[in-house]
């Protein structure tokens, strides 16, 4: 496909590269702290040479991997997930869970690394990155697992979900700490809907049921995603509770979030959720802009296409929703310290088109790290340093260059933003999607 007929999805810094490569003993400005010792992974669609996809969610997962060790960085390696060569959607609307590409997430539990998407089984990588093939965690596993489980601090498990096609539309997992997949529920939803995220608080799970719709016709043509916005869905964010029990479902202002940042019960019993909110005209101009089919083309072109940090506060009391911004600058990927998922936090981060945001959601204020025009910054990984409070630990973003130049693994100080190091890649890596550090312990 020529540059003049790609999506944007396929061109400038998201274009894919065309080959796995590895090096060795990479260069460092700066100083990488001891600490960071382990790996760290990102996954991102990255079509295959003469194989361009229709939609940015669609291409093969590829996922870039870089190795620390005492204050060196050993290696960068790239490798596509190997998933199963072959179509993943039947005519009947079922789904070939191994066939899915895996392309969206890759995250570490039990003693398993799993590359992720949120339509199919999780598949099992090395170390190294290499393909070790798909887990169904001993065959309980028969849905598809989200790409964005969420690990409980305090018990070690990791709770997550998987949607269908067809009845059951949604359905609620919990892994043991040991990795062992110990209960499944299935949710009841009036049909098939683009559930990227939800959220955990201490005792509850929280969904989000928006007007992003599975669309039949669209996924027989082949047009890339099949989803649209329907403005008949509603919206609605539900509560239940994590011990077993009804959803209660909360009405809240039409919406899309692809990421949720955190949410936590306050001291009155409510559940406060805050995560990157798309209105319906901003949701329209991004999925245009990604392959997904426009709606109204008009509003999709005059829309900023962006999302903005957003705080709903559900209270069981009144049965009612209360929804205000965060901020008006447009920001996605918010990101945490893992140790407060499902309790009261104070800071997240986000990324923006050429910076890293840091807010201070006691303060009501926001930091950012502007990189410049040309460097287009990742999803900032919060890694905890051994001691210290909320914030004490770094920031990882990898780092894609505009002008087709080499990436940067950045590493921030995650306290005030300051840099602390950057890792000189061999070569160009797409912008792509979510990332973890992995330590050696």
Not at 151 to 165: H, I, N
Not at 173 to 192: F, K, Q
Not at 293 to 320: E, I, K, Q, V, Y
Request: net charge negative.
């Amino acid at each position: 496909m020529s540059t003049e007929t790609a999506g944007p999805w396929l061109t400038g810094h998201h274009a894919p590269v065309p080959d796995e490569i590895d090096a060795h003993g990479l260069d460092v400005t700066g100083a990488l702290p001891a600490e960071l010792t382990g790996r760290y992974f990102r996954n991102g669609p990255n079509p295959r040479p003469g194989r361009p996809s229709g939609h940015w969610f669609t291409g093969p997962g590829m996922l870039h991997g870089l190795r620390l060790r005492d204050g060196r960085a050993e290696w960068y390696r790239n490798r596509w997930v190997r998933t199963a060569e072959r179509p993943f959607l039947r005519g009947d609307r079922t789904v070939d869970l191994a066939a899915v590409p895996s392309n969206t997430h890759v995250i570490p539990h039990a003693g398993r690394i799993l590359s992720l998407v949120e339509v199919g089984l999780p598949y099992a990588i090395s170390p190294e990155l290499e393909t070790l093939g798909p887990c169904d965690f001993g065959g309980r596993l028969t849905t598809a697992m989200t790409a964005h489980p969420k690990r409980d601090p305090v018990t070690g498990e990791l709770l997550f979900f998987g949607c269908g096609f067809t009845a059951p539309f949604l359905t609620y997992h919990r892994l043991s700490a040991a990795g062992e997949l110990v209960e499944s529920r299935a949710i009841d939803v009036p049909g098939p809907t683009m559930t990227h995220d939800f959220a955990i608080t201490e005792h509850h799970v929280v969904w989000l049921d928006l007007p992003v719709v599975f669309d039949l016709d669209l996924a027989l043509a082949g047009r890339g995603m099949p989803y649209r916005w329907d403005d008949g869905h509603g919206a609605r964010i539900g509560v239940m509770p994590r011990a077993g029990g009804p959803v209660r479902w909360f009405d809240v202002d039409p919406c899309y979030v692809f990421h949720t940042g955190n949410a936590y019960e306050d001291a009155a019993g409510r559940v406060v959720v805050d995560g990157a909110r798309y209105g319906p005209a901003d949701f329209a101009g991004q999925w245009a802009r990604i392959g997904g089919a426009a709606g109204d083309a008009a509003t999709a072109a005059a829309s900023t296409g962006t999302a903005r940090l957003h705080r709903w506060t559900l209270d069981p009391a009144t049965g009612r929703a209360a929804e205000e911004p965060l901020d008006d600058r447009g920001v996605e990927f918010p990101t945490h310290n893992d140790d407060r998922t499902g309790r009261p936090h104070r800071y997240l981060y986000t990324v923006t088109g050429s910076a890293v945001v840091k807010y201070d959601l006691a303060a009501g204020t926001s930091d950012a790290l502007d990189l410049g025009p040309d460097r287009a910054p990742g999803e900032a990984v919060f890694v905890p340093a051994a001691t210290g409070g909320e914030d004490a630990g770094w920031l990882l973003s990898l780092v894609s260059d505009r002008t087709g130049g080499p990436a940067e693994l950045l590493v921030l100080d995650a306290g005030d933003l300051a840099h602390r190091a950057t890792v000189h890649l061999p070569r160009r890596v797409p912008a792509g999607f979510h990332g973890s550090w992995i330590p050696d312990a």
